[in-house]
């Protein structure tokens, strides 16, 4: 090797920057989850690494829509949000991008992340049945698809059917059952109404506590967050379908961005998400169930008890999503 072309390979190299240097890059985040649930996280990755965590947070389709509109422009490195059915669409818009991680795929089970590795769960939320523990419902309840009978009638409350959580668990019934029952099941649903649906979790427990209904069905932090403000409310939780399919479970994920710039960066950040000393903290500020199985539940959590839940891989809800919207539109779920 002459002189010459020897410096010449000296120069390239330092000005190439390292792997490790683009890891210490400020990583940037589009969250649809709320800043007191991610916040404390991103302090604490800070403050363990150096590396400092730039966000942004929005609605999931806000966000979505602003990540296709800046494209390669974009600065986002992660994109966060609630529900497998919201991060399906995005990776099937093209926002996200496959990543390869051994780290990922031991900590997060294999149903709740995507198959081709755009998108990963990091919380566990639960959409099961709340009921008045001053009525019989307790003793009658025993799944959601009995909640379709006619012994129901009038006892039933739900949240609307705009909402992503319904249209996942109306897409699992679809994905279980076909969509010829799934779609009988829905409509008596529907039948069984004690009152129009509500436009939130929170007012559909207090509708069962007040007496209007018997039962609802609810994701589990907001019996969590209601029960902990009003104790005395007489609401207890049932985990449906145990001799069955198991309780309908969502998650809260995040993807790596199609045009990250801190790629490697991201991919830290999401491992160490997933890891045993944030999992803890990320799912127990929402009252969620940690990915991670080994770690523990938050106390106030883990006394709702054990459950089984449905084994069915959360990118169905994504998949079968428009058939479940177009389901809930030919039953009139409003």
Request: glycine share 8%.
């Amino acid at each position: 090797m002459t002189t010459r072309v020897f410096f010449v390979l000296i120069a390239i190299f330092v000005a190439m920057p390292t792997i490790s240097s683009f890891a210490k890059e400020e990583i940037v985040v589009y969250t649809a989850r709320k800043e007191h649930l991610i916040k404390p996280l991103f302090d604490l990755y800070t403050q363990n690494t150096g590396i400092d965590v730039k966000y942004i947070t929005g609605k999931a389709g806000a966000l979505l829509e602003r990540l296709k509109a800046e494209g390669v422009n974009s600065p986002a490195d992660i994109f966060i949000t609630v529900d497998a059915g919201n991060l399906w669409q995005a990776a099937e818009e093209g926002v996200l991008q496959p990543v390869s991680s051994d780290a990922l795929n031991a900590n997060v089970p294999a149903n709740l992340r995507d198959p081709q590795g755009r998108w990963f769960g990091l919380s566990v939320r639960a959409r099961t049945i709340v009921y008045n523990t001053n009525t019989e419902a307790g003793k009658e309840l025993t799944s959601y698809e009995d909640l379709a009978k006619p012994e129901w009638k009038g006892r039933l409350v739900l949240r609307t059917s705009k909402k992503v959580y319904n249209q996942s668990l109306v897409a699992s019934l679809i994905a279980e059952h076909g969509e010829k029952e799934a779609e009988n099941i829905v409509a008596g649903w529907v039948r069984n109404l004690a009152v129009d649906p509500f436009s939130n979790d929170t007012k559909a427990l207090e509708a069962v506590a007040a007496g209007i209904g018997d039962a609802a069905i609810v994701n589990t932090y907001y019996f969590g967050r209601l029960m902990k403000k009003k104790p005395e409310l007489p609401l207890a939780i049932f985990w449906p379908n145990q001799q069955s399919s198991g309780v309908h479970v969502n998650v809260s994920g995040a993807g790596i961005t199609a045009n990250a710039k801190n790629k490697e960066g991201a991919l830290m950040l999401i491992e160490w998400l997933s890891g045993e000393e944030a999992q803890a903290q990320f799912a127990g500020l929402n009252m969620e169930y940690p990915v991670n199985k080994k770690v523990a539940a938050d106390p106030v959590v883990e006394k709702w008890g054990e459950f089984k839940s449905n084994p069915m891989n959360v990118a169905k809800y994504g998949e079968l999503q428009g058939n479940a919207i177009k389901l809930m539109d030919r039953v009139s779920y409003k």
